[in-house]
């Protein structure tokens, strides 16, 4: 790997959610997370290197889902993701080659091809994938920036001391 990402940015739909909406009969919008993924945000807390969710979606239960994993720094409703981009580099003193990025759609193009690593899930269409560093094996919606952290620290040979430093947390709430 060339780079040592210094700021992880995601999308949503498709990545943390199965690109699925459902509707109960009063018209109320639902979506399915995969708890799995927060662990990803963790491991990278764990490293100090921040979580930020870029998404055009507007719901707000993303916005409690992210609140849940203290992700404090996310982008609702954003159509310019390259405009927003771009200020959240600058927010946090960071190029585009210290950036990664997961998305899993053509929106997400842009970003992909600007990102210093850049990743998507399974079921992201061919030509998108032919842009990006990493194909993951799991869909959005089944852990899968979990596996795209995972991944980069394991590349970076960060993974083993990660999850001892997970473990240790656990080990001190005893």
Do not use: H
């Amino acid at each position: 790997m060339k780079n040592d990402i210094k700021l992880f940015i995601t999308d949503i739909n498709g990545v943390w959610t199965n690109n699925r909406v459902y509707y109960d009969k009063t018209g109320n919008e639902t979506k399915c997370f995969n708890l799995n993924d927060g662990v990803g945000v963790m491991f990278l807390y764990l490293n100090n290197i921040p979580v930020v969710v870029l998404t055009e979606d507007r719901n707000e239960m993303i916005k409690r889902r992210l609140q849940n994993l203290k992700i404090t720094d996310y982008y609702l409703g954003i159509s310019n993701k390259i405009k927003t981009a771009n200020e959240i580099l600058e927010k946090y003193k960071v190029s585009w080659k210290e950036t990664a990025y997961i998305g899993d759609d053509i929106s997400d193009l842009p970003l992909l091809k600007k990102v210093g690593y850049a990743a998507v899930p399974a079921q992201a269409p061919y030509y998108i994938k032919k842009e990006v560093d990493k194909i993951l094996s799991k869909q959005g919606g089944q852990g899968v920036f979990r596996e795209f952290v995972e991944t980069y620290l394991d590349e970076k040979g960060l993974l083993k001391q990660t999850i001892e430093k997970y473990l240790a947390v656990f080990e001190t709430m005893e």
